[in-house]
């Protein structure tokens, strides 16, 4: 079955950086685009960044652009969202994302989700 594992969360300064890692499990990991969402309370989860199948595809929401970079080891699984300069306004659960788009009705997966919290 399909699991998605985050971790490297935790409570962190302005400006200050995180790494979140999400090893993944029960598909073919280096055939499908991954995501990263996050999730601030009484707001609607959004797409923070996405990354192809190799990793030579990658996309950003505006608000991150600049600050975080994602990237993946296929070797490994493993899909990494590194957050720099972080800002109050990143603090939010992350979570990852696989839409299954080999199955024929293709469904989303996700993670537990990890909690971000950016102190000022």
């Known amino acids: 079955q399909v699991q998605l594992v985050e971790s490297g969360g935790g409570l962190v300064q302005v400006g200050g950086s995180l790494r979140l890692s999400c090893a993944a499990s029960?598909?073919?990991?280096?055939?499908?685009?991954m995501n990263w969402y996050r999730q601030a309370p009484g707001t609607d989860r959004e797409l923070v960044a996405n990354?192809?199948?190799?990793?030579?595809?990658?996309n950003y929401a505006k608000f991150v652009k600049g600050r975080f970079a994602i990237s993946r080891d296929n070797a490994k699984n493993t899909v990494y969202l590194q957050m720099n300069n972080l800002k109050p306004d990143d603090t939010a659960v992350y979570y990852c994302?696989?839409?299954?788009?080999?199955?024929?009705?293709?469904?989303?997966?996700w993670g537990q989700g990890t909690q971000v919290t950016v102190s000022s």
């Open positions: 990354i192809g199948p190799t990793g030579s595809s990658t």
């Open positions: 994302n696989v839409p299954a788009t080999w199955q024929v009705v293709p469904i989303d997966y």
């Open positions: 029960g598909f073919s990991f280096s055939s499908v685009t």
